[in-house]
């Protein structure tokens, strides 16, 4: 198992940005795939954005433009950088460590509200 701790999370009004950091306690080479996932008042837990050990990306629809995950290898952290952002975007999000084979770890989340 690995600890993540999230961070980077804040109060912002629509069209702006945060920069969302994942710091895990060890090395993430060994890790398949990371991920940011993301929780709504009342909505379940939805994934954002993912990236493999081999820098392969996937997002939801809904952030595809706005949204970029990127890895600092040397930094054992993930990051998630979010442009443009909406009041939709408001939600508590996750970072997630997924090594096939072994449970998946989940950080303790970092609020982020988009409002004017």
């Known amino acids: 198992q690995v600890q993540l701790v999230e961070s980077g999370g804040g109060l912002v009004q629509p069209g702006g940005s945060l920069r969302l950091s994942c710091a895990a306690s060890r090395s993430i080479l060994s890790i398949n795939v990371m991920g940011w996932y993301r929780q709504a008042p009342g909505k379940e837990r939805e994934l954002v954005a993912s990236?493999?050990?081999?820098?392969?990306?996937n997002y939801a629809d809904s952030v595809k433009g706005r949204f970029i995950i990127f890895r600092d290898d040397a930094k054992n952290t993930v990051y998630l950088q979010m442009n443009s952002l909406k009041p939709e975007d408001t939600a508590v999000y996750y970072c997630?460590?997924?090594?096939?084979?072994?449970?998946?770890?989940w950080g303790q989340g970092t609020q982020v509200t988009v409002s004017s």
């Open positions: 990236i493999t050990g081999r820098g392969s990306t």
């Open positions: 997630n460590a997924h090594t096939y084979g072994l449970v998946p770890s």
